[in-house]
């Protein structure tokens, strides 16, 4: 999905490192806290500016898993499939949300609203089968009731109200 990137915000944190490659990590920070992710324009320009080779930005941002290349929804939905949640039919509420949503693991909506992943523990194992939605925990959950708290359609009727 193609986006426009208003490179002229990169322009900022360029110009604060002054092209410092041992900064490279913050410098990276500082573009996704802009765009909250990392274009691969803004990272092309990074490497041309800094002189920093694509390969070593690329090294870096794969690394660390803190690093977005894509875009990423406003709301982040994390569903569990560690141990404890597996066991108790976490992979059902994985397949609920990815139906409720039209994504799979690691993808995000079309209009940018939702990301879905899957996380190893979010540490709410007495939960399980548990998952999170931006800040807020959801634990005992059951196929039905993952799919209507990332329902659209509600959201959508709530706001007319
Ligand atoms: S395994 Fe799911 S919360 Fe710990």
Do not use: W
Request: hydrophobic content about 40%; overall charge negative.
């Amino acid at each position: 999905m193609p986006m426009d990137i208003d490179l002229s915000l990169l322009a900022p944190v360029l110009q604060k490192h002054e092209g410092r490659g041992d900064a490279l990590i913050t410098i990276l920070q500082e573009i996704q806290e802009v765009y909250s992710y990392l274009p691969e324009e803004a990272l092309n320009r990074l490497s041309r500016e800094a002189r920093i080779p694509m390969s070593r930005i690329y090294a870096v941002v794969t690394f660390y898993t803190q690093f977005y290349l894509k875009p990423r929804g406003r709301n982040i939905i994390r569903v569990c499939r560690g141990t404890a949640c597996h066991v108790r039919g976490g992979s059902l509420i994985l397949d609920a949300v990815e139906r409720e949503l039209g994504i799979t693991d690691g993808e995000t909506t079309p209009d940018l609203e939702y990301s879905l992943e899957t996380v190893a523990c979010i540490g709410a194992c007495a939960l399980a089968p548990a998952m999170v939605v931006n800040e807020n925990t959801y634990g005992k959950m059951t196929p039905s009731e993952a799919a209507k708290i990332v329902s659209r359609k509600e959201k959508k009727e709530q706001k007319v109200e």
